[in-house]
């Protein structure tokens, strides 16, 4: 066992003088924040007769936050309880009590107002300056990747962590605890998520329309904002197909997991996947970084779309005081086409949950994007080691 550790110390050297319960933290697997702000700055809300429907309404909070539908959806990376997923919720009434704890940390909780308040202003100060990089030429996938490390800093930083530019990452604000156990905000669970927020935000539409209460139908669109930022997630391309849990439960340590499941995220997000959705539709995937650029633009429009009909459905709830029966945002989902006529047009998956193993593959070759051959016979520091020989660290643009 001595010669192991002392085997592994050599061979990570400077990486185990950083712990990789930060390494694995500082991945931000999801649209930018500012481009959360984006897409939901698209969503209309509508309102009973005499109010007219508005984009840029801002929506009253318990806890006296006054925020838009977009500001709110964005608010998903930096206010959940970590070791409290809500998919791990062993029923429907424990799933909603644990979204309605991650959303009241700062919907009702006051502690968190100027924090909030904090974040919302770096969220606008990124937009500003991916604004301009665009205005000036530059690619806003690379725009994003290059003013990212700092940005991540400082939202660590407002949200109660580290500030340095040296090593904020050290010591993780809210912002970096939610990053390091995200696993809400992929596949599967990113829908759960999404569709427990939907169910109470439904629940919530009803019950204003039993006292005709405009302000309780604004804290229904609240709760359905805060929900949608999942339901934007399960969107990007990077989360469609990475078993973020299963690479965290199967791998030891499970940070190395974490941070494996950052490289397949990574790939599959610029690259973008082939997807179809339950109405028939196909076309292509993207995930963070790239939502401003032209070849997202289709992808853009379904996300926005399922946005859209999810808002539409909370305002149906109040006017006909019914939860609506419709699967019309379900519909839009995209789904990886792993079989059919792109199945081998997009790299394959350098990661897969095999159901019968009940293990995860790995790709053979790690290098060959399109190899379409898998292993169960890998070791997660052996193949961790590997692509951080040849990629780097999914910190290292944040040491810069």
Known sequence: MRGLKRALVLAFGCLLATPLSTLAATQHDSFSPSEHIVQGNEITLAF???????????????????????????????????????????????????????????????????EATGVIEIIYDELKSIDEAIANGEDAEAAYKRVSPDYNRRYNCATGGGCSASNWWLSPGKYLKVAKTNYDHFGDNAWVSYHVGHRLAIQAAVSARQTEDVN??????????????????????????????????QVTPQDVGSLLANYMHDEESSGGLHVHNGRGE????????????????????????????????????????????????????????????????????????????????????????????????????????ELERKRGLPLKASRS
């Open 48 to 114: 009973p007769a005499g109010k007219s429907p508005s984009k840029h309404l801002l929506l009253t909070l318990p806890s006296g936050l006054h925020l838009s539908y977009a500001e709110i959806i964005t608010l998903g990376d930096f206010y959940q309880v970590p070791e409290k997923p809500i998919y791990q919720g062993a029923t429907n009434e424990e799933k909603e009590v644990r979204f309605l704890a991650d959303f009241n940390l700062f919907a009702v909780s006051e502690e968190n107002v100027s």
């Open 216 to 249: 309780k139908l604004a804290y229904a669109y609240a709760i359905n904002a805060y929900a949608s930022h999942f339901l934007s997630d399960r969107f990007a391309s990077g989360h469609i197909r990475t078993p973020r849990v299963e690479l965290a439960e």
């Open 282 to 385: 196909q076309w292509i995937a993207y995930g963070d970084t790239t939502s401003f650029e032209a070849k997202c633009a289709p992808h853009r429009a379904k996300l926005i779309e399922a946005l859209q009909l999810s808002a539409d459905e909370i305002y149906l709830a109040y006017a006909t005081g019914k939860s609506p029966d419709s699967k019309a945002v379900e519909n839009i989902l995209p789904i990886a086409d792993e079989i059919g006529s792109h199945a081998k047009d997009d790299i394959s998956s350098l990661f897969f949950f095999e159901p019968t193993l009940k293990q995860v593959m790995r790709r053979e070759k790690l290098d060959d994007f399109y190899d379409r051959h898998w292993t169960s016979n890998w070791w997660g520091w052996s193949t961790f080691t």
